[in-house]
């Protein structure tokens, strides 16, 4: 990484780095790039690619629909209702 690049990533962040701090990112973003050149030198041409690394499972439920609740059970804790719904105070007239 380049230091203005860090400068306008600073910017963004609103960061205030010193200029030790500002080393310490440097030094390790350069080891980063050492790291990332070392793994393009392997040949990967006969390896599949793949999406994950591990197996992706679902193990949510089965998406049933379900009437759990009647609307008069539901309708038992409103202090009144009218034809079906809950019945509230007008807040504008």
Same mark, same amino acid.
């Given at each position: 990484?380049?230091?203005?690049?860090?400068?306008?990533?600073?910017?963004?962040?609103? =960061?205030?780095?010193?200029?030790?701090?500002? #080393?310490?990112? !440097?030094?390790?973003? +350069? $080891?980063?790039?050492?790291?990332?050149? /070392?793994?393009?030198?392997?040949?990967?041409?006969?390896?599949?690619?793949?999406?994950?690394?591990?197996?992706? =499972?679902?193990?949510?439920?089965?998406?049933? #629909?379900?009437? !759990?609740?009647?609307? +008069? $059970?539901?309708?038992?804790?409103?202090? /009144?209702?009218?034809?079906?719904?809950?019945?509230?105070?007008?807040?504008?007239?």
């Amino acid at each position: 990484m380049e230091k203005n690049t860090l400068k306008r990533l600073e910017k963004l962040n609103q =960061l205030a780095l010193t200029d030790a701090e500002e #080393a310490d990112f !440097l030094a390790f973003f +350069d $080891e980063r790039e050492g790291e990332l050149s /070392e793994l393009d030198r392997i040949d990967t041409a006969e390896v599949e690619r793949m999406v994950h690394v591990m197996p992706i =499972l679902t193990v949510v439920r089965e998406d049933k #629909a379900q009437k !759990l609740f009647t609307r +008069d $059970e539901l309708q038992k804790g409103a202090p /009144e209702t009218m034809d079906g719904y809950w019945q509230v105070p007008r807040l504008v007239e």
